[in-house]
């Protein structure tokens, strides 16, 4: 099970806070679209009793290239969207969106001001929420289906592990 996810308080309200906060909503916008991704790739998979590596890494690269909107348009046609899950994909989609072609703009006047940047910060905040809750809804609808074409938790724990080690092995004699 995954631990709960907590939002940072915010801790001033000057603008790298806010560019810190703009960062985190677009990191977790983008773990919701690679989620997105797995997603996708398991619903054009299921009904599969075995999976290559060769074959799900195949799907993968190909669908890892589309947008949020054509990966959740994508599996939508493929299996019916929980009503509630739809409701919360669609205010990502838009969330995201707008993080990644308005936000700046439609804030322009607020940035000037620490009560306009102090609301800036509340609503990225309120954003990574509400990424972080879809993707914990989409994961949860994925997992199983997973589990049907013989992707195991274990198996993901494990490239999880090589991820890690990978990473302490850059971070050695920094």
């Not at 398991?42 to 009793?49: I, P």
């Not at 997973?146 to 494990?158: D, F, N, P, Q």
Request: proline share 4%; aromatic share 8%; net charge negative.
């Amino acid at each position: 099970m995954t631990p709960p996810r907590i939002v940072p308080p915010r801790e001033g309200n000057d603008a790298k806070e806010v560019f810190a906060f703009f960062g985190l909503a677009a990191y977790h916008g983008q773990v919701l679209e690679q989620e997105l991704v797995i997603f996708a790739v398991m619903l054009n998979l299921s009904g599969r009793s075995r999976v290559t590596r060769e074959a799900f890494e195949a799907l993968f690269d190909r669908l890892e290239v589309w947008t949020f909107g054509q990966l959740f348009r994508e599996a939508r046609s493929l299996t019916p969207i929980p009503r509630g899950l739809e409701t919360k994909l669609n205010e990502a989609l838009a969330r995201r969106n707008d993080l990644a072609h308005r936000f700046f703009a439609r804030h322009s006047e607020d940035f000037m001001s620490e009560a306009g940047r102090i609301g800036m910060i509340e609503e990225l905040r309120a954003t990574t929420g509400i990424f972080e809750d879809v993707d914990a809804a989409v994961t949860a609808v994925r997992v199983p289906l997973s589990s049907a074409i013989g992707i195991t938790e274990e198996m993901a724990k494990h490239e999880l592990d090589e991820m890690l080690a990978r990473a302490a092995a850059r971070d050695k004699g920094v």
